[in-house]
C-alpha cells in the first residue's frame, strides 16, 4: 500500500458518508424516510452518471457473467442503504452511525471464514483500535435505544461488509466507476420504487427548498462518495478498506462539534485518537492488508 492515493480515496468517501446522514435526516421532518431517502437519491444519481458514463464512451451493456457479479453485489448494496436509512427513524443519526460499523469487523469474520485469510498484527491491531474508537465515539447515545433501530443499524453493517468483500474479490471494483455505481444505483431504485409501493410509503417532498438538498446529497453519496470508494478498495482491499473507512464516525463528530456547536466528551476525544492511530497503522506497515 505504498500509494497514498488508494487510501486517500477511501478517507475521501468516509468524510462525505459522515457528512451526508445530517443532512439526509433534514428530509425527514417534512414526510421523508429511509426507503425515499434511497429511491431519490438513485433518481437523480443515475442521470449524472449516464452522463458520466457518455463522456468516458462507456457503453451501458456488460457480459453476462458481469451482470450475474452486478445481481448478487446489488445484495449487498440495496438492503445497506435502506436499513441505515431507515434506522435514522427510530436512533439519533450518530448512534445509528456507531452500529453500522459493526462492518470492519463483520468484514474480518468473512474474509477468515469463507476466504481463509490470516491478518498480519498491524491489522489486527488497528482494527480493534478503530472498533473501539467507534465505541468510544457513540458511546453517550448507546442508552435509550430502539431495539427495531439497533436490529436495522446492525443488519446496515453486515449487508455493507459483504458488499465490501465481494465487491474485493469478485473483481468488479476493476469496473469503471461510473458504470458499477450507474449499475448499483439503478438496482437501489428499483429495490426502493418497489418497498415504497409494497409499504404504501411514497411521497413527494412538498417544501421546495429539500428538493436541492435531495439533489445534493445523490450526487455527493452515489456519484463522488462511492466512486471515491470503489476507486480506493481496488487498491487497498477488503480490511484496510474498512478500517480506514472509520473516518465516517469521526467525521459526523467533527461537523456536530464545528457546524452545529455540540461539545466533544473525554470519551468521544479518546475514540478520536484510537481512530487516527488504527489508521496511521495502516497507513505506515506497508503492506495491503485484505
Keep these: 500500500m505504498n500509494d497514498l492515493r488508494y487510501p486517500g480515496m477511501v478517507i475521501g468517501s468516509a468524510v462525505l458518508y459522515g457528512i451526508i446522514p445530517s443532512l439526509m435526516k433534514i428530509t425527514f421532518s417534512y ?158 431504485l428499483i429495490s426502493s420504487a418497489v418497498l415504497s409501493l409494497v409499504t404504501g410509503c411514497f411521497a413527494v417532498y412538498s417544501a421546495a427548498f429539500i428538493w436541492p438538498l435531495v439533489i445534493l446529497t445523490a450526487i455527493l453519496q452515489r456519484v463522488i462518495a462511492n466512486a471515491l470508494f470503489q476507486i480506493g478498495l481496488s487498491g487497498t482491499k477488503a480490511l484496510t478498506t474498512s478500517i480506514l473507512s472509520t473516518f465516517e464516525p469521526l467525521t459526523s463528530i467533527f461537523v456536530g462539534a464545528v457546524f452545529l456547536r455540540e461539545s466533544l466528551t473525554a470519551m468521544q476525544m479518546l475514540g478520536i485518537l484510537m481512530i487516527l492511530i488504527a489508521i496511521v497503522i495502516n497507513l505506515s506497515s506497508g503492506r495491503r492488508a485484505s
Design 31 to 188: 414526510g421523508g424516510n429511509g426507503i425515499l431517502s434511497t429511491l431519490y437519491s438513485c433518481l437523480f444519481a443515475l442521470p449524472v452518471l449516464y452522463l458520466w458514463m457518455r463522456m468516458e464512451k462507456l457503453s451501458l451493456r456488460v457480459s453476462p457473467a458481469i451482470l450475474k457479479k452486478l445481481a448478487v453485489l446489488s445484495l449487498g448494496t440495496c438492503p445497506t442503504s435502506i436499513l441505515l436509512y431507515l434506522s435514522y427513524s427510530y436512533l439519533p443519526v450518530g448512534m445509528a452511525t456507531t452500529l453500522h460499523f459493526i462492518y470492519p469487523i463483520a468484514t474480518a469474520v468473512y474474509l477468515f471464514v469463507f476466504f481463509h485469510e490470516r491478518f498480519t498484527a498491524a491489522s489486527l491491531t488497528a482494527l480493534l483500535l478503530a472498533f473501539a474508537g467507534v465505541l468510544c465515539l457513540g458511546f453517550s447515545q448507546m442508552t435509550g435505544s430502539a431495539l427495531l433501530g439497533v436490529a436495522l443499524a446492525v443488519s446496515s453493517g453486515l449487508t455493507w461488509a459483504f458488499y465490501i468483500v465481494y465487491l474485493d474479490r469478485s473483481g468488479l471494483s476493476a469496473l469503471p466507476a461510473c458504470q458499477l455505481n450507474f449499475y448499483m444505483a439503478l438496482a437501489n
